[in-house]
């Protein structure tokens, strides 16, 4: 073989056996082997050559040609087998076990909603939702709170330009409902409420409350009682105990703080009662006759009760959650642990 035919063949072979693709070496295959291709080109000069001289150099050339053909077929077929390879390394098992996508998970605060709503839905009361931005008249005055009333620093709010205001309490629709009707009522009111609080741990600028009040002939304070009773034991359990400690709400009269027994430690003492065995759940009361002549009810007739709880602190209590803020904050995080 020719030093022209050597250096060609040890080229071709270099750069056939450096090819990285299936398409690299068909080009490669034209280049060489092609009707314009290199060995072609040798073969062209077949008849400029001495008769003597052809034998030689088209054996050589076909040699030479050999060598090219083997290795591009060698070359070819090692490029195909890692490509099946690789194949195999990226297809999907169908008998795998496929990935799950993530459950949602019930907001601690959406649950214990639904329980409560479902405990006042069995003892026959409406559920019904009022308006987030109150006027003045519902949210004070009709419930005995008049203007300059110190009652109305406990709910110091928010106010709007136009003279309205986020509703501190759903308290304001106990006048609205009841001057839509005639009595009996019996009237659950979930919402949120707001009230310019400095956030803390146990405090929020807006928390979730539930207002509940019957009105009614002969209703009196043994039926708030009883009422509390099976509410709770429902929501906190059947052992649960209710302790009457009086107070002062404008809006009833009598009025009483309730505390129950810790669900956690059953009232023998723990961290969440701070060791009393007691956690003051709720306020609540008979309402005031003014209440009821606001609403254009004959208080000489009918009488009623009514009670507002925290449905956030009802959560913190029945999850020993210790930040109100965790329920507000979107931490998903603490979310997926319910």
Same mark, same amino acid.
């Given at each position: 073989?020719?030093?022209?035919?050597?250096?060609?063949?040890?080229?071709?072979?270099?750069? %056939?056996?450096?090819?990285?693709?299936?398409?690299?070496?068909?080009?490669?295959?034209?280049? $060489?082997? @092609?009707?314009?291709?290199?060995?072609?080109?040798?073969?062209?000069?077949?008849?400029?050559?001495?008769?003597?001289?052809?034998? +030689?150099?088209?054996?050589?050339?076909?040699?030479?040609?050999?060598?090219?053909?083997? +290795?591009?077929?060698?070359?070819?077929?090692?490029?195909?087998?890692? +490509?099946?390879?690789?194949?195999?390394?990226?297809? %999907?098992?169908?008998?795998?076990?496929?990935?799950?996508?993530? %459950?949602?998970? %019930?907001?601690?605060?959406t649950q214990i909603l639904g329980e409560i709503t479902d405990a006042f839905e069995r003892m026959g009361y409406e559920i019904l939702e009022g308006n987030d931005i109150e006027n003045d008249h519902?949210?004070?005055?009709? *419930?005995?709170?008049?203007?300059?009333?110190?009652?109305?620093?406990?709910?110091?709010?928010?106010?709007?330009?136009?003279?309205?205001?986020?509703?501190?309490?759903?308290?304001?629709?106990?006048?609205? !409902?009841?001057?839509?009707?005639?009595?009996?009522?019996?009237? &659950?009111?979930? @919402?949120? !409420?707001?009230?310019?609080?400095?956030?803390?741990?146990?405090? +929020?600028?807006?928390?979730?409350?539930?207002?509940?009040?019957?009105?009614?002939?002969?209703?009196?304070?043994?039926? *708030?009682?009883?009422?509390? $009773?099976?509410?709770?034991?429902?929501?906190?359990?059947?052992?649960?105990?209710?302790?009457?400690?009086?107070? $002062?709400?404008?809006?009833?009269?009598? &009025?009483?703080?309730?505390?129950?027994?810790?669900?956690?430690?059953?009232?023998?003492? &723990?961290? !969440?009662?701070?060791?009393?065995?007691?956690?003051?759940?709720? @306020?609540?009361?008979?309402?005031?006759?003014?209440?009821?002549?606001?609403?254009?009810?004959?208080?000489?007739? $009918?009488?009623?009760?009514?009670?507002?709880? @925290?449905?956030?602190?009802?959560?913190?209590?029945?999850?020993?959650?210790?930040?109100?803020?965790?329920?507000?904050?979107?931490?998903?995080?603490?979310?997926?642990?319910?």
């Amino acid at each position: 073989m020719t030093p022209q035919l050597k250096d060609l063949q040890q080229s071709a072979l270099k750069v %056939i056996s450096s090819s990285s693709s299936i398409s690299s070496l068909d080009a490669l295959r034209v280049t $060489y082997l @092609g009707r314009k291709g290199e060995i072609n080109k040798l073969l062209e000069k077949l008849p400029t050559l001495a008769q003597d001289e052809r034998g +030689a150099y088209g054996t050589a050339v076909n040699s030479l040609k050999q060598d090219i053909t083997k +290795a591009l077929n060698d070359r070819q077929q090692e490029l195909s087998h890692s +490509a099946i390879q690789q194949s195999a390394s990226q297809t %999907i098992d169908v008998t795998l076990p496929g990935l799950k996508p993530p %459950i949602g998970h %019930i907001h601690p605060l959406t649950q214990i909603l639904g329980e409560i709503t479902d405990a006042f839905e069995r003892m026959g009361y409406e559920i019904l939702e009022g308006n987030d931005i109150e006027n003045d008249h519902y949210n004070f005055e009709v *419930l005995n709170i008049p203007k300059h009333h110190p009652a109305r620093d406990l709910q110091d709010t928010f106010w709007l330009t136009n003279g309205l205001l986020p509703r501190t309490h759903t308290s304001a629709m106990q006048v609205r !409902v009841m001057e839509t009707g005639k009595p009996p009522f019996r009237v &659950c009111v979930p @919402g949120w !409420v707001y009230r310019q609080e400095r956030e803390d741990a146990t405090h +929020a600028a807006y928390f979730h409350q539930v207002e509940a009040f019957a009105v009614g002939e002969h209703i009196s304070f043994s039926d *708030l009682k009883g009422t509390l $009773y099976t509410l709770l034991k429902q929501l906190l359990g059947e052992e649960t105990q209710l302790k009457f400690r009086a107070s $002062y709400f404008p809006y009833v009269e009598p &009025c009483a703080e309730v505390s129950a027994t810790c669900p956690h430690c059953k009232g023998k003492g &723990c961290t !969440v009662c701070s060791q009393s065995g007691w956690i003051e759940i709720l @306020g609540s009361g008979m309402i005031h006759p003014t209440v009821l002549k606001n609403a254009n009810i004959d208080p000489q007739k $009918y009488s009623g009760f009514a009670f507002a709880f @925290g449905s956030t602190r009802l959560a913190m209590l029945k999850y020993k959650i210790n930040d109100l803020r965790l329920l507000t904050n979107g931490n998903m995080r603490f979310l997926e642990q319910f």
